[in-house]
């Protein structure tokens, strides 16, 4: 019971005590939050990082602070030294706009480390200021023009000393170079060919500059190209090591017939299917010719061109921009929008080297490279890995990179690939961005001289293709591909066009062939690719065996983690034989084909069943083939790995699904890039 005073509130010691503790906690709670505000109201207000702009333009001065349109620099390099001496830690986000205008490089625009963003900068951009159209440009102007001869339709103009080119352009238009047919009949030989009677040829002017094609010469897929060393009386000498590497490819001893390398044909056997690059050949408007000897180019004018107006671009610098390709030097965070890529050369075809072509542009290069390159274990010096030969180079070229992207820019007039993201790129973007009027390959990804990455850095994942226009790619070298895809992981190639191209549209993998002799497919890293809802037409106009979407070697571990072909929509596959258009070649493992619709074609829809060699348990690599609607498909199937079924057979569009249609190629938000024209 409480007492009648602790009842009527009257406390004792320890309640006291119990009070001015609580009290003496209320007041220093009060007292500190007062003492707070009184430092927030002291404390200086918090600023946001700052935004940093530099302006460039053609007609501007690297004297000038480039901090304002009105006060821009000249030149990329000032820019990029003035991005370099930015503090990424704490500045706000960083910017180059570029006015309109042609950029002329002398030399390879580097980025390295030191140009990355990150941190509060995030992504550095260098882009189109609004409305305008800059070009950075690899190519010098040919002016000086005049007719060589009264009534003559040829015109001629000097060219640079040091000049060697395989391209010109007229007012953005590429010309041809001076092309033929071979005037003689020939018979090969183990050093080239011999005429029976005066080969007409050795009378031309500089017969060491001519080449020959073969259209198909090392495979229905390729068209080589080797330069001829001279010619005498009736022997014509061809140049090497393209002509050993071209005909010498060292032939297995198993008695299957084929080459160590496993993709094509020992040698080159039939004559040219065309010469190029004689003066004597140069008899068609939009042909022209450069005799390097005299430093002078020649040309005939099409119908409306006047070359005492006309821009007339020749190509010299063959690397426009790249990184330094080392993995130490990492660039990140760099971003580039609006920007065309134009002009760069490419001219090792002129060389002895030539181009001994593989596949997909991929070439035999060395002095030993019929019997050696790529061949590994399976010759006595064989250089390793397997398949690893010589890729072109990009005009636009990244290496151990991440988070570099590309968006509404234009890669156009080129002489050799467009853009390369090769080894070590990492969660890159190319978006609405325009491919055409490329020599070679429009964009490659990856390689094919690192299937088991020793490292993180070396992987090439996470890149993503999408809503982008390739069209009038491999315009010289015709076995190039719009987009090729080495060894690559977690990446995706969706809603993109891709039309009027004369070999295969997509290509996917690679290293699979060994199953041509029942060995196991080159081990790699691929996994997790997918490549979707691309709408692809009018392509393989020139060669064969290819397709929409080629897929060679292993993609994955499982279904699960498989390479996924989903949505696409293709029609109007221009070639009549060999191939296939949704494609799944040698050692093609664990790929679903899901969802797609083809049309109006002369070969099958799908490839074939392969057997697994490299689980070596008697099944197929493993396929997924479902929800198709083509013509001619392949019959239902469930058993060793290969599922096909619940397919659909088509002869038109209007058996498929609209919904299919409709959700494939570029969305609607980036359609504006079909009508995109060059500056």
């Not at 005429?195 to 229905?220: C, K, Q």
């Not at 019997?371 to 990009?394: D, R």
Request: glycine residues 12%; contains cysteine.
């Amino acid at each position: 019971m409480f007492s009648t005073r602790q009842q009527a509130g009257t406390r004792g010691p320890s309640e006291a005590v119990r009070l001015f503790i609580g009290s003496y906690r209320a007041i220093a709670a009060g007292l500190c939050a007062f003492l707070s505000l009184g430092a927030l109201a002291l404390a200086p207000p918090a600023h946001a990082a700052t935004a940093v702009s530099y302006f460039v333009s053609p007609s501007g001065s690297d004297s000038n602070p480039g901090t304002s349109a009105a006060a821009p620099f000249r030149t990329l390099t000032k820019a990029q030294s003035a991005v370099r001496a930015i503090d990424k830690s704490t500045s706000g986000p960083i910017t180059v706009t570029l006015a309109g205008g042609v950029y002329r490089l002398t030399k390879t625009l580097t980025f390295t480390a030191a140009d990355s963003g990150g941190g509060t900068a995030g992504t550095v951009w260098w882009k189109a200021a609004a409305g305008q159209a800059p070009v950075i440009s690899g190519g010098v102007r040919i002016s000086g023009w005049t007719r060589t001869g009264a009534g003559s339709a040829i015109w001629s103009a000097p060219a640079p000393s040091d000049l060697d080119t395989r391209q010109l352009y007229v007012d953005g238009v590429r010309a041809q170079r001076a092309t033929g047919s071979l005037p003689v009949s020939v018979t090969q030989t183990a050093t080239g060919y011999t005429t029976a009677s005066g080969d007409p040829m050795a009378g031309w002017r500089n017969p060491s500059a001519i080449e020959f094609v073969y259209r198909g010469g090392l495979g229905l897929w390729t068209e080589p190209r080797c330069p001829v060393a001279a010619v005498t009386g009736t022997a014509i000498t061809m140049a090497q090591p393209c002509w050993n590497n071209s005909t010498q490819r060292v032939m297995r001893t198993d008695g299957s017939g084929r080459t160590y390398n496993l993709v094509g044909r020992k040698s080159i056997t039939e004559a040219p299917t065309a010469v190029e690059n004689a003066y004597e050949l140069l008899d068609k408007p939009g042909e022209f010719y450069l005799d390097k000897s005299e430093h002078r180019f020649y040309y005939i004018p099409r119908s409306g061109e006047d070359l005492t107006t006309a821009d007339v671009e020749a190509p010299s610098l063959d690397t426009l921009v790249a990184t330094s390709g080392k993995a130490s030097d990492e660039l990140s965070h760099v971003g580039f929008q609006g920007i065309q890529f134009s002009y760069a050369n490419y001219t090792t075809s002129n060389t002895g080297t030539g181009f001994s072509e593989i596949q997909a542009t991929y070439q035999v290069t060395g002095s030993t490279g019929y019997a050696t390159q790529g061949l590994c274990t399976f010759v006595s010096g064989g250089t390793c890995p397997y398949g690893n030969w010589t890729k072109m180079p990009g005009a636009v070229r990244f290496t151990y990179d991440k988070s570099i992207h590309f968006d509404h820019d234009y890669f156009v007039h080129l002489g050799a690939a467009g853009l390369d993201l090769g080894d070590g790129s990492q969660n890159d973007t190319v978006t609405a961005c325009v491919f055409t009027d490329i020599s070679g390959n429009g964009l490659d990804l990856g390689g094919v001289d690192i299937p088991q990455p020793s490292s993180a850095a070396q992987h090439t994942s996470g890149i993503t293709v999408k809503d982008s226009h390739f069209y009038g790619t491999a315009a010289e070298y015709r076995g190039g591909v719009a987009i090729d895809a080495g060894y690559i992981e977690t990446s995706t190639i969706t809603h993109n066009q891709i039309d009027h191209v004369p070999y295969t549209a997509i290509s996917i993998g690679w290293g699979g062939w060994p199953d041509k002799v029942s060995l196991p497919a080159q081990p790699n890293y691929s996994n997790n690719n997918t490549i979707s809802n691309n709408s692809i037409y009018d392509h393989m106009s020139l060669l064969g065996d290819g397709g929409a979407v080629y897929t060679n070697g292993i993609t994955g571990t499982s279904m699960a983690s498989g390479e996924k072909v989903t949505g696409n929509v293709v029609h109007d596959q221009l070639n009549t034989s060999g191939g296939h258009v949704l494609y799944t070649d040698n050692g093609a493992t664990y790929v679903s084909v899901l969802g797609n619709a083809v049309w109006n074609i002369n070969v099958s829809p799908w490839g074939s069943k392969h057997v697994n060699y490299t689980a070596g348990d008697g099944t197929y690599d493993p396929t997924d083939i479902e929800g198709n609607y083509w013509p001619n498909g392949p019959s239902d199937y469930d058993s060793k790995g290969v599922v096909i079924q619940d397919n659909h057979t088509v002869t038109g569009a209007a058996q498929v699904p609209s919904s299919i249609i409709a959700a494939a190629g570029i969305e609607s938000s980036y359609q504006s890039i079909l009508s995109w024209q060059p500056a």
